[in-house]
């Protein structure tokens, strides 16, 4: 559209200026309201209806005029040949009319109109125009002869063609509403229409698959060019509702990883206090326990009272649970590079259970590893082996050594809306008391599952897990026994 104007059909089409736009007042208002087909049928009804009585007066005052002129002809020349009529001549002229003779009582005949034909003989008389009979006397004849024109044959001729030009006109009309109605309408103008109010129902239930008006169905008419077009529109919709869809996602995507980056960020503020405590911690206590240890041992070499022996020994035990802890206290806060690879999380698991198989009791224990040997996940293996270690010595040292089971499996899963790898380690040992599980991962905090440890076991493999952007979560099993699960960003190589 340019300046008001716009090209209808094909672009080579003359442009049409439209006019200014009037809005809907009364009669046109109630007009307007109606459906499409009924409003079509009134104007082509009209419009129907007014040719037809055009062309029907127009035909028929064409004939009148053709057939007076015709009529007028024949009555002149019936009246000429009538007035040429002799006693006894040829009547040849006159045999297609009636011609009779009679008594002026016969043809009730005024007396001045016996008195002219007597008196003027050969002469013929007429009442008036519009009269059939036109009346003569012959000389030597003492009777009136009567012709009749015509007129009677031309007024029924006239009558006849009224009634046949209004019966082909008529029959040319309802053809014509029919055929209009019934085909040309429903094919180019209610279908299309129908196709469109289908489509935008279907766009307004969200039925993507049914709200574009198939291009069989299209016409290349005016009616055609809308429909393309509010196709091409509602395409454009779903694109950018299609885009929209996408950024809201990686909006939340995003959100996602800002909320997991500040849950991680959180927790590595925590875990780096915690180490720096942790490290300032173990170098006070390194250097006495260092001397004390060395110092009960000598005692211990030089010493031969059993009983003296006895509490040294007990004094070993202890300094020696003290290093122990201060030796947990420094891989605690020891920060180390992440190189990042992928790794095989079933020869993860079996590598560190090799080394937690040092145990004597790993040799009465049940392990069954079945994790697929397609599972990958990224991360670094010596950091991450050093959290399987921890997760498998806890649940051997929980397990009952008679029958004590410990199993490891994963499965698929999503992390902050990426794929990831979820490994179970299970056993069958007497769970997580309740009352610890909230504190689980705090250091220092021991259970059933590190009775026997320093209390950091759990608390550096969470940290070790986090860093890797992963999630490590503890509970009881419903058989019973203890269930820690670590999920880990899925690698490309799986």
Known sequence: MDNGEIRLGTPSALPIRLATPRPLRGVGRRFGDLNVRPKLMVLHNA???????????????????????????????????FSALTLGGDETELRPYELRTGTPGEFGL????????????????????????????????????RVTLPLGFYSNLLAQLKLSVFAVLGTLYVAAILLLELVIMPLYVYQPLEQMLAADAATRRGERAAELVPE??????????????????????RRHEDELERAAADLQRKNSELEAAKRNLESQDRLVSLGLLSASVAHEMNTP???????????????????????????????????????????????????????????????????????????????????????WVNGNADRLIQVFVN??????????????????????????????????????????????????????????????????????????????????????????GALLEVTLPAADKE
């Open 216 to 237: 069989e169905f299209i016409p290349g008419d005016e009616i055609g060019e809308i429909m393309r077009s509010r196709n091409e529109t509602v395409r454009a919709l």
């Open 110 to 145: 005024p007396e001045d109109a016996v008195r002219f034909l007597f008196a003027y003989p050969g002469r013929t008389w007429q009442k008036d125009p519009s009269s059939e009979h036109v009346f003569r006397v012959l000389e030597g004849s003492p009777r009136i002869f």
């Open 289 to 375: 326990l260092a001397v004390l240890h060395g110092s009960i041992e000598k005692l211990l070499e030089t010493t031969a009272d059993p009983a003296a022996r006895s509490r040294l020994e007990r004094m070993i035990r202890v300094t020696s649970r003290l290093r122990k802890i201060s030796e947990g206290l420094l891989g605690f806060s020891r920060v180390r590079d992440q190189q990042m690879s992928p790794v095989n999380a079933r020869a993860l698991v079996d590598e560190a259970w090799q080394l937690v198989a040092i145990d004597d009791k790993s040799k009465r224990i049940r392990f069954l590893n079945s994790i697929p040997a397609a599972a």
């Open 391 to 480: 997760l498998l010595r806890n649940a051997l040292l929980a397990v009952p050594a008679d029958c004590g089971e410990i199993r490891a499996a994963s499965q698929r899963s999503v992390l902050d809306g990426r794929p990831a790898l979820a490994i179970r380690i299970e056993d069958n040992g007497p769970g997580i008391p309740p009352e610890v599980l909230p504190e689980i991962f705090d250091a220092f905090v021991t259970s059933r599952l590190d009775a026997k440890g320093t209390g950091l076991g759990l608390t550096v493999a969470h940290g070790i897990v986090t860093q890797h952007g992963g999630v490590l979560t503890a509970a009881n099993g419903q058989a019973g």
């Open 47 to 81: 419009f129907f209806l007014v040719l037809t009585v055009a062309v029907y007066i127009s035909v028929v005052e064409f004939s009148v005029r053709r057939l007076q002129e015709a009529a007028q002809r024949e009555v002149t020349l019936v009246k000429n040949a």
